[in-house]
């Protein structure tokens, strides 16, 4: 009732939007506390995972005569209705069949499931993004969800546990026995008589009850898991990796997760200690910045501006900028000044040492959309140093795949040797050139891509498969038979 309640207000004004919002936030907190959960997140996936599971039971397969329907989930946890005569696969259901109460009703089951996959996959990332903790019984049971656990086994998972790594001072090592609850005992070592213990972690994806990585190697998830942020796997020291196993293997991602951008703060930022002027001067229209920020979770405060609240760590990220973002300046538009994380609790600002390696990337992606889409100008400003780096890591799988051996990667630039002359595509802006001659006019049509090159992500980077494309074109300049195409290389 509430899902659909908040799914009505979108054709109402963006005020009352605001507050029936709030209203469905705050009675989803309320109904999780009084039903025992400690989040509304959980308490969605145990009731969708209640009704996934009826109306799976429920749907059987429909037969007309030669007819048969049926409703189906997909390895992507995507519900669809299938529909066959005498075996043979039909478009869609035939009109004669669609006023049949038994085919409404399936239609219904289908929309509630892809209604769940849609609210799934952004509470999925929105777990990743605010670090939430899951326990083993709780990540078991969505592992049996017909639309969770698809996409649940397509990411990474990480579970901390006791690492024995810990040297003593004189190079002595003391092992010490840790009761748990149930009485069960784990060797730890910790400093003698101080009782410090380290704690590493272990990365993989979702097998028979264990976490196993690319290279095979298998661990036990401990009694608290979390679905691992990209600054994990590139912690790890395996990233390359997982993007690997990612191509040989097909896997779609519901959402970015081993090909997600990640920030780190640079020397100037460490130097100046709790300020970032990352993307100070750099010009954005007001109306799309809002826009694009409120859909990652910023709110506007009419004396603050622009911020991101982080409840369970007590951290607000601030955006300054010389900007009134409730007009429509239309004199100048907003320069970009600094970025801010303050403790809630002192309003001091934390210093970025001491910050959350996870709020610090999240952050600054979500102020990298903004200065990518909402900038001022005809021309788009270089793609960020991060997402060339991920560009360049498609790529060389892509190449490797597909044993392709004329192409090297080289800072922000894909260098070709071809047949008919060398060349160079930008990893961000996909301008591509012939090497001591002018730039290549290759047109895309971006809606020609979609599905006839993997990308393993499911939200499509038109920009990513243009610059896969002009790659591969141009490394095999000698197939080419457009005339236009050919005309420029001459």
Same mark, same amino acid.
Request: charged share 30%.
């Given at each position: ?73 997909? %390895? ?14 039909? /478009? ?6 669609? /006023? ?16 769940? *996959? ?24 969505? +592992? ?8 649940? !086994? ?79 796997? *590139? ?16 896997? /779609? ?7 997600? %951008? ?24 007001? !109306? /799309? ?32 900028? +010389?900007?009134?973002? $409730? ?30 390696? !996870? ?39 892509? +190449? ?22 060398? *060349? ?28 006839? +090159?993997?990308?393993? $992500? ?33």
């Amino acid at each position: 009732f509430l899902q659909k309640f908040k799914k009505e207000s979108k054709q109402f004004g963006s005020q009352r939007q605001a507050s029936e919002g709030l209203a469905v936030r705050i009675a989803m907190d309320n109904l999780a506390r009084t039903a025992g959960f400690s989040d509304p997140i959980r308490l969605t996936w145990a009731m969708e995972t209640q009704e996934a599971i009826d109306i799976i039971s429920r749907a059987k397969a429909l037969t007309f005569g030669e007819t048969t329907v049926s409703l189906i989930v997909d %390895e992507d946890g995507k519900a669809a209705i299938v529909c066959f005569k005498a075996e043979k696969p039909l /478009k869609s259901i035939p009109d004669a069949l669609k /006023k049949e109460p038994a085919i409404i009703e399936l239609k219904e089951f289908n929309k509630t499931l892809n209604d769940q *996959y849609k609210r799934t996959r952004k509470s999925l990332e929105a777990a990743m993004i605010n670090g939430d903790a899951f326990t083993l019984s709780e990540i078991t049971n969505l +592992m049996n969800h017909p639309v969770v656990s698809p996409m649940l !086994r397509k990411l990474v998972l990480k579970t901390n546990h006791p690492q024995p790594l810990l040297e003593k001072e004189g190079g002595k090592k003391k092992t010490v026995l840790l009761e748990k609850e149930g009485g069960e005992k784990t060797p730890l070592l910790a400093k003698e008589g101080l009782g410090v213990v380290k704690t590493g972690f272990s990365l993989g994806f979702w097998k028979d009850g264990e976490l196993v990585s690319p290279n095979k190697k298998s661990s036990k998830p401990s009694q608290t898991i979390q679905i691992a942020h990209c600054i994990d796997l *590139y912690e790890d020291k395996n990233w390359a990796d997982y993007q690997k196993y990612c191509f040989e293997n097909e896997i /779609k991602q519901p959402f970015k997760q081993i090909f997600r %951008e990640l920030y780190i703060p640079t020397a100037d930022e460490l130097k100046e200690k709790a300020l970032s002027r990352r993307y100070a001067g750099h010009q954005v229209q007001p !109306r /799309k910045t809002v826009a694009l920020l409120k859909g990652q979770g910023w709110t506007v405060d009419y004396q603050e501006g622009l911020q991101k609240v982080f409840h369970k760590e007590g951290i607000i990220a601030k955006m300054y900028a +010389m900007a009134d973002w $409730f007009s429509p300046s239309d004199v100048e538009s907003p320069t970009l000044e600094t970025i801010e994380f303050i403790d809630k609790k002192t309003w001091k600002n934390v210093p970025f040492e001491q910050l959350d390696k !996870r709020i610090f990337s999240e952050v600054m992606r979500d102020i990298d959309l903004v200065v990518s889409v909402a900038h001022v100008g005809e021309v788009d400003p270089e793609t960020s140093q991060s997402s060339i780096e991920l560009r360049s890591a498609l790529v060389r799988e892509t +190449m490797r795949l597909f044993k392709v051996n004329n192409v090297e990667l080289k800072g922000s630039h894909a260098l070709i040797k071809g047949t008919k002359g060398d *060349y160079s595509v930008h990893l961000g802006s996909a301008i591509a050139h012939k090497v001591a001659s002018s730039t290549l006019f290759i047109l895309p049509v971006h809606s020609q891509h979609r599905g006839k +090159m993997f990308l393993p $992500f499911l939200d499509e980077d038109p920009k990513t498969a243009e610059i896969m494309s002009k790659i591969l074109l141009l490394a095999k300049d000698n197939e080419i038979q457009d005339p236009t195409i050919l005309s420029q290389l001459k």
